[in-house]
């Protein structure tokens, strides 16, 4: 198709138009952002009506080889590529599972298409063929020893961190005013290879993904979840209620027999004055109180209670050497003071110092 035909040049303007709004959403972080959301839908339906005009004009066939495309014509093979891309970039949730679905049959759309061409490797062409069934380890039947598998993904790492050189060096030559038509080919031909490499990540993503959201509950079963969550968390509270107040009174074995008198009598009427207290106003009464126990009697009362118990022994000290004055006015304490001191004179009469000493007398 030459590109002085009317729908080519349409073609052409969309796909650089495309391009600039893929090249848009690289400067947009806010992912979860209304516009954000509003430039995804916007370049997904301009890469969209590419892909239209794409097959309107039958630019790629089955029959053709890569030599037979035209230089120009080569980049539209990423049309697919660039919808899969797109599509997975957007997070409704209540669209998800489609969305996925529908970026796996563009990003095998691209492949299959690149397959026709020749342009898949070996592991790309198996890996290819594996992506028919949707599986969160498809992949990893290609290689079922981990060793391989690991190395495989450490080859393909490395396949894809020389192909962004490349296309950074391509890009330059592609972009100046004496590129010729080979050098641009090759920069078409190397973003391809790139996004076969990418596209099959994506694709082994989705299936994991697409596995997760299959036992993931749906928005009925949500619904359900949370309705059956209302009704316990209100069941509880009214629990709770019910046990902060009552309108009967506490019937422990305490409350019924305080003080060693019953409040109520055996057909429950009440036998003595008492106030009905909730726990809460229990609680609530102790929530402003003091961290320790305060005395109940002062130091002088104690001290009282102790010597009425004897656990205080008076004497002793000063005291205990000095002598009561005598009282002259009692005659029977005086004769009975006079009557001890005879007896001690006629004890140490009898008595003499030194009378007991019989060790060392000479």
Request: aromatic share 6%.
């Amino acid at each position: 198709m030459s590109e002085a035909d009317p729908a080519s040049t349409s073609l052409k303007s969309l796909w650089d138009k495309a391009e600039r709004q893929r090249t848009k959403l690289l400067t947009l972080t806010d992912f979860n952002s209304a516009a954000y959301k509003a430039a995804v839908e916007e370049a997904l339906a301009t890469i969209t009506t590419c892909k239209d005009l794409i097959s309107n004009l039958s630019l790629f066939s089955n029959n053709e080889i890569l030599e037979d495309a035209a230089t120009n014509e080569i980049k539209y093979m990423l049309a697919d590529a660039h919808r899969g891309d797109l599509l997975i970039k957007l997070h409704d949730r209540s669209t998800r599972l489609s969305t996925l679905h529908a970026a796996r049959v563009a990003y095998r759309s691209f492949l299959s298409l690149c397959d026709s061409y020749a342009l898949l490797g070996s592991y790309e062409k198996k890996a290819y063929q594996l992506s028919d069934k949707i599986s969160p380890t498809v992949f990893s039947e290609i290689h079922t020893d981990a060793a391989a598998r690991r190395n495989a993904k450490i080859e393909r790492y490395k396949q894809e961190k020389d192909l962004k050189a490349k296309l950074e060096h391509l890009s330059t030559l592609a972009t100046s005013p004496t590129a010729d038509d080979e050098e641009i080919r090759n920069l078409y031909l190397s973003q391809i290879q790139l996004a076969i490499l990418q596209s099959l990540q994506q694709l082994e993503g989705i299936y994991l993904e697409i596995d997760i959201l299959g036992k993931a509950p749906t928005e009925e079963q949500l619904l359900e979840q949370r309705r059956r969550q209302q009704e316990e968390d209100e069941r509880s509270r009214r629990r709770k209620a019910e046990d902060n107040y009552s309108d009967r009174v506490d019937p422990s074995e305490i409350f019924r027999k305080a003080n060693g008198r019953p409040l109520l009598s055996s057909d429950g009427k009440p036998l003595r004055p008492f106030t009905l207290l909730s726990n809460r106003e229990i609680v609530k009464g102790g929530v402003f109180g003091p961290g320790h126990r305060l005395p109940t009697m002062t130091i002088e009362e104690y001290l009282e209670e102790e010597r009425k118990r004897g656990g205080i022994i008076e004497g002793g000290g000063e005291a205990s050497g000095m002598q009561p004055e005598p009282d002259e006015d009692n005659l029977e304490l005086a004769d009975q003071e006079t009557y001890k001191a005879r007896q001690w004179d006629e004890f140490k009469e009898a008595n003499p110092k030194g009378s007991g000493n019989t060790i060392n007398r000479g």
